[in-house]
C-alpha cells in the first residue's frame, strides 16, 4: 500500500456498532466488565482506549513499523526512551538538538546519574571516538534543530547493531512522509505529533514507533505505568490530521524550497539553512536518505546584528512569532530565546547557534504571500 492510501486508510477501520467511517471519540475513563477480568479488551482508558489503539496503528503503519504507542506529547515520549535506562548508562546525541530533548537529558535524567555526550554527528569519525563500554543508545535528530544538519541513519545505525546500542530518531522535522528510520535499522522512532502529524496546531502529543517486539512491550508499560497518556479528543485530530499529511508535506516542501532559495539571493541574507539547496553540506545525503527536504529552514541576515533579526521578526505579518512548527500556517521562532532557551549560550555557540539565527516553519499557504511578507520584513 502506497503512502497516500495508509494515510487515509491505516489503522482505521469503520465503527462495528453504526458504520461510522471516521473512528468515534471514546471518551470514557472507564469499561464495564461482564465477570472480574473478562472483558473486550479494555479495561481503563489510561491503559487502552479505541482511539488511540487506532491512531497507534495508523502511525506504527505511516512508518513501516510494527507498533505504535502515544504519549501526552513530544517530550513524554523522549521521557519514556530515557526511562529504558539504568544509572551509569551513557546515551550519546547530537549537539544540535532540540533544547527540550537537551533540558530533560541534562536537568532531569543526568542528576539521576545517566551519562549524556553531546557530538557534532556530520562527522562519523566524531559518533566512533564518543562510543564506550558504557554507551546504551544514540539519540538521532535529522534534519537537526535549528540548524538543519543531515545524519546519517544508516551509517550510525550500523554502528549501533555492531555494538549493541539502541538507535533512535527524532523524525519529527521529516515526518514519515519523508524518511523512515525504522527501514534504515533504527531501534525507535520518535514523533512530537504535536507538529506535522496534527498538522494544525491544535494538539499537543508524542509517539514512538519500534518493530522490536521487546522494546514496545517495555514501552507500552511506562506508557500505563507513568501515565503520560494523549486524550481520545487528542487521539481524533491527530488520526483527521493524518489524511492530509501526504499533500500537506508536499506543499510545505514546494514552498521552503522557493522561500530558501529566496532567502539565498537575497543582499542582506548572508546564509541560508536548507538541506534543499545545493550549497547545503547536508544535501547530497538528503538526497539519498530522504524523499523531499522538509518545510523548515533557518537564516542569519548580514551584519549579525541582533536588532535587525528583532526587528525583522517582529515586522513580519503572515509568519506569526511563536513556538512550535509543522502546522498550515508558517511560524517565525528566535531558537536562542524561544525554542533553545534552555540549552547554555556557550553550548549554543559552540555549535554554530548564533543569537541573530532566525528560523521559520513554512507553512501551506500561497508561496508569493509569504516571500512578499519576508522582503517587506527585512526591507
Known amino acids: 500500500m502506497k503512502f497516500a492510501t495508509k494515510a487515509i486508510h491505516a489503522g482505521v477501520e469503520p465503527d462495528p456498532t453504526t458504520g461510522a467511517i471516521m473512528t468515534p471519540i471514546y471518551q470514557t475513563s472507564t469499561y464495564v466488565q461482564e465477570s472480574p477480568g473478562k472483558h473486550k479488551g479494555y479495561e481503563y482508558s489510561r491503559t487502552h482506549n479505541p482511539t488511540r489503539t487506532a491512531l497507534q496503528n495508523a502511525l506504527a503503519a505511516l512508518e513501516n513499523g510494527k507498533h505504535g504507542i502515544c504519549y501526552a506529547s513530544g517530550l513524554a515520549a523522549t521521557d519514556a526512551v530515557l526511562k529504558l535506562y539504568r544509572p551509569g548508562d551513557e546515551i550519546i546525541a547530537t549537539n544540535d538538538i532540540y533544547g527540550g530533548t537537551y533540558r530533560i537529558m541534562k536537568r532531569i535524567y543526568e542528576p539521576f546519574c545517566l551519562t549524556f555526550k553531546f557530538v557534532d554527528m556530520s562527522n562519523m569519525a566524531n559518533i566512533e571516538a564518543a562510543v564506550s563500554e558504557k554507551t546504551k543508545m544514540i539519540w538521532i535528530e535529522t534534519p537537526t534543530n535549528p540548524l538543519l544538519k543531515i545524519v546519517d541513519i544508516k551509517a550510525i545505525t550500523s554502528i549501533c547493531r555492531k555494538r549493541g546500542i539502541h538507535s533512535v530518531v527524532d523524525n519529527t522535522f521529516a515526518s514519515p512522509y519523508l524518511q523512515n528510520p525504522l527501514d534504515m535499522e533504527a531501534d525507535i522512532v520518535m514523533h512530537s505529533v504535536t507538529k506535522y502529524l496534527g498538522g494544525h496546531s491544535d494538539t499537543v502529543m508524542g509517539a514512538l514507533v519500534t518493530n522490536d517486539d521487546a522494546l514496545a512491550k517495555e514501552l507500552a508499560f511506562i506508557q500505563n505505568a507513568s501515565g503520560a497518556v494523549p486524550g481520545p479528543q487528542d487521539c481524533f485530530l491527530v488520526l483527521r490530521g493524518l489524511k492530509t499529511l501526504h499533500i500537506r508535506m508536499q506543499r510545505h516542501c514546494e514552498n521552503a524550497m522557493e522561500v530558501a532559495k529566496w532567502l539565498e539571493a537575497h543582499p542582506k541574507v548572508s546564509k541560508v539553512y ?4 545545493p550549497a547545503h553540506p547536508g544535501h547530497e545525503l538528503a538526497s539519498r536518505q530522504m524523499r523531499g527536504y522538509g518545510g ?22 503572515v509568519f506569526s512569532l511563536g ?11 528566535h531558537p536562542a530565546s524561544m525554542t533553545h532557551a534552555s540549552i547554555p549560550k556557550e553550548e549554543r555557540l559552540k555549535t554554530g547557534l548564533k543569537d541573530t539565527l532566525i528560523r521559520l516553519s513554512v507553512g501551506i499557504e500561497d508561496v508569493e504571500d509569504l516571500i512578499a511578507d519576508l522582503e517587506q520584513a527585512i526591507g
Not at 274 to 277: A, D, E, F, K, W
Open 323 to 333: 513556538e512550535s512548527l509543522g502546522g498550515v500556517e508558517s511560524l517565525c521562532t
Open 274 to 277: 536548507y538541506p534543499g539547496l
Open 296 to 317: 523548515m529552514l533557518s537564516f542569519e541576515l548580514k551584519g549579525d546584528v541582533y536588532d535587525e533579526a528583532v526587528k525583522t521578526m517582529e515586522n513580519l505579518k
